[in-house]
Nanobody
Framework: QVQVAESGGGLVQPGGSLRLSCTYS????????MGWYRQSPGKSRELIAT???????NYGESANGRFTVSRDNRKNTLDLQMNNLKPEDTAVYLC????????????WGQGTQVTVSE
């Protein structure tokens, strides 16, 4: 099974920065797309960005010009650099790793909480 783990969340003041890291393990297959998402209470999960194994980055509904994703295929990681954080950025940040061809998988981490508050 493919496992995904996030780290780096915490409490930060408005205007501050955080760097989240995601790692997947449990497969040696390539063609794995990774992505960062976020979800706040009462809201649906929102896409921040996905990055294919070839390095193609696609920004989603939560792209805001303050977030940057970077992938390291060698380490199976996808980092999310978040700058100038705002209270509206408070959410559980979730990482995903998936393949859409056999062997298919679509694995999520448990999420890491980011709270932006004084």
């Amino acid at each position: 099974q493919v496992q995904v783990a996030e780290s780096g969340g915490g409490l930060v003041q408005p205007g501050g920065s955080l760097r989240l890291s995601c790692t997947y393990s449990g497969t040696s297959w390539g063609a794995v797309t990774m992505g960062w998402y976020r979800q706040s209470p009462g809201k649906s999960r929102e896409l921040i960005a996905t990055v294919t194994s070839g390095g193609t980055t696609n920004y989603g509904e939560s792209a805001n010009g303050r977030f940057t994703v970077s992938r390291d295929n060698r380490k199976n990681t996808l980092d999310l650099q978040m700058n100038n954080l705002k209270p509206e950025d408070t959410a559980v940040y979730l990482c995903n790793a998936r393949r859409t061809v056999t062997p298919v998988f679509n694995s999520w981490g448990q999420g890491t909480q980011v709270t932006v508050s004084e």
